[in-house]
């Protein structure tokens, strides 16, 4: 499909919906002015810490992010600092946080800024979405909010909070979907405070226009033009096809003690949780006479491992392994959050 037929078929879909601009704006930014929450990032429109606020809240919720970005930003206050830190201290810093790529993909991003942008952040569509990591909505979110150009920045809140405003009841997977979405919001920009319209958008979409139970619909500031809650869709809406099963893996996890260091290795430098360090672990379900530790569960994106575990103090340690004491475990090596309660088990006893 050429860009023209696209954008003809994207205008015929916009044409579907009446346009409510100067609503969406006055009420929305209102609702910002007087409701948003106070958060380290909004401090300022400093660009480097929009864009690591802004990676941060991919797939996490704001309440978790908050000690990781002051801890992160103490740490690593600038670009150059992220581009020279070694990968070891940049994913302890992230521990914990999950998708572990987008940590390494900021540093390939701090690298390129510092030797291609002489230190500084881009400010063209094309130039941040040149950078790793960065996409669409990252790129959007960057250019209205740290430099107020009039571009939409639109993640799921925003695509939940459209949807159910305009009743749109395609699936919101669908790309065809998103660029309809997409057009309404760059539609309604207001003509100058773009990065706190989109804000508020998303702001709107955490806060009441929430994706799981029933919306706050009674407080939100676009009910009385929010089509689906005037047809009494917005439990129904959005609309989003259902996710393939996930792929579920046995492991068998050994907690290995000798004096007071304990075995741990370093995951391969490809694939999933690369380069982080793990306690022992085999395939499947392994059954012993070792001290028996709690099961336990973790749910990545396609994948869900099922784990056992077992304890064992040994008589010599075997080549093979790091052995590192508690103090290391929680201050040096990025241990991720899959083996949680086993190194809540080894700082605790």
Request: positive net charge.
């Given at each position: 499909?050429?860009?023209?037929?696209?954008?003809?078929?994207?205008?015929?879909?916009?044409?579907?919906?009446?346009?409510?601009?100067?609503?969406?704006?006055?009420?929305?930014?209102?609702?910002?002015?007087?409701?948003?929450?106070?958060?380290?990032?909004?401090?300022?429109?400093?660009?480097?810490?929009?864009?690591?606020?802004?990676?941060?809240?991919?797939?996490?919720?704001?309440?978790?992010?908050?000690?990781?970005?002051?801890?992160?930003?103490k740490a690593l206050p600038t670009v150059g600092d992220l581009?020279?830190?070694?990968?070891?201290?940049?994913?302890?810093?992230?521990?914990?946080?999950?998708?572990?790529?987008?940590?390494?993909?900021?540093?390939?991003?701090?690298?390129?800024?510092?030797?291609?942008?002489?230190?500084?952040?881009?400010?063209?569509?094309?130039?941040?979405?040149?950078?790793?990591?960065?996409?669409?909505?990252?790129?959007?979110?960057?250019?209205?909010?740290?430099?107020?150009?009039?571009?939409?920045?639109?993640?799921?809140?925003?695509?939940?909070?459209?949807?159910?405003?305009?009743?749109?009841?395609?699936?919101?997977?669908?790309?065809?979907?998103?660029?309809?979405?997409?057009?309404?919001?760059?539609?309604?920009?207001?003509?100058?405070?773009?990065?706190?319209?989109?804000?508020?958008?998303?702001?709107?979409?955490?806060?009441?226009?929430?994706?799981?139970?029933?919306?706050?619909?009674?407080?939100?500031?676009?009910?009385?033009?929010?089509?689906?809650?005037?047809?009494?869709?917005?439990?129904?809406?959005?609309?989003?096809?259902?996710?393939k099963p996930r792929r579920i893996e046995k492991r068998t996890?050994?907690?290995?003690?000798?004096?007071?260091?304990?075995?741990?290795?370093?995951?391969?430098?490809?694939?999933?949780?690369?380069?982080?360090?793990?306690?022992?672990?085999?395939?499947?379900?392994?059954?012993?006479?070792?001290?028996?530790?709690?099961?336990?569960?973790?749910?990545?994106?396609?994948?869900?491992?099922?784990?056992?575990?077992?304890?064992?103090?040994?008589?010599?340690?075997?080549?093979?392994?790091?052995?590192?004491?508690?103090?290391?475990?929680?201050?040096?090596?990025?241990?991720?959050?899959?083996?949680?309660?086993?190194?809540?088990?080894?700082?605790?006893?």
């Open positions: 499909m050429t860009d023209k037929v696209l954008m003809q078929d994207q205008n015929k879909e916009k044409r579907k919906y009446k346009t409510k601009s100067s609503y969406l704006s006055d009420r929305l930014l209102h609702f910002y002015d007087t409701s948003k929450r106070v958060l380290p990032w909004r401090d300022n429109k400093i660009p480097y810490y929009i864009w690591i606020s802004e990676i941060m809240l991919q797939q996490t919720r704001v309440e978790a992010v908050i000690p990781y970005f002051n801890r992160f930003i581009a020279k830190v070694d990968e070891d201290s940049l994913l302890k810093l992230w521990e914990g946080l999950g998708y572990y790529n987008r940590a390494r993909n900021l540093k390939k991003a701090a690298i390129k800024i510092e030797t291609e942008f002489y230190g500084v952040m881009p400010q063209t569509k094309d130039e941040l979405e040149s950078l790793p990591g960065i996409g669409p909505y990252t790129s959007g979110a960057l250019l209205s909010i740290a430099y107020e150009q009039q571009v939409a920045a639109v993640d799921g809140n925003v695509l939940r909070v459209f949807s159910r405003f305009y009743q749109i009841e395609e699936d919101i997977k669908n790309p065809k979907t998103k660029a309809t979405i997409k057009a309404l919001v760059q539609d309604s920009l207001p003509q100058s405070r773009n990065g706190d319209y989109n804000q508020a958008i998303m702001e709107l979409g955490a806060t009441i226009c929430i994706p799981n139970g029933r919306p706050l619909c009674e407080i939100c500031p676009l009910k009385d033009e929010c089509l689906s809650y005037i047809n009494n869709m917005q439990t129904v809406l959005p609309f989003k096809s259902k996710k996890i050994y907690i290995y003690k000798y004096k007071n260091l304990f075995a741990i290795k370093k995951r391969p430098a490809t694939g999933l949780l690369a380069s982080m360090y793990e306690f022992i672990n085999v395939d499947g379900h392994i059954k012993e006479t070792l001290t028996k530790l709690p099961n336990s569960k973790h749910i990545f994106t396609h994948l869900e491992w099922n784990m056992i575990a077992y304890f064992e103090e040994v008589s010599t340690k075997n080549k093979d392994y790091i052995w590192v004491t508690k103090e290391e475990i929680e201050n040096k090596y990025s241990i991720p959050n899959a083996f949680r309660i086993y190194k809540d088990y080894v700082l605790n006893n």
